[in-house]
């Protein structure tokens, strides 16, 4: 999935994609990777069910404390 698909399945914002994949909550090659070879900015694709799981285990983390 594109940035743009992914945040509209999941129904967060692309910041809010952009700031868990800052924080580390979201790993290249698990739950994306870049588009193009060799671009200074790729364009991004999304696992759509890794990243949902990874969403679900923050919450159960952030609840938990």
Not at 14 to 20: A, W
Not at 45 to 63: E, I, K, M, T, Y
């Amino acid at each position: 999935h594109t940035t743009k698909e992914a945040c509209a399945e999941l129904r967060i914002s692309d910041s809010t994609l952009r700031r868990f994949r800052a924080e580390g909550i979201f790993k290249p090659g698990m739950h994306f990777r870049s588009r193009g070879d060799g671009a200074i900015k790729p364009a991004l694709l999304w696992d759509v069910a890794a990243v949902n799981q990874a969403l679900s285990q923050r919450s159960r983390r952030v609840l938990a404390a």
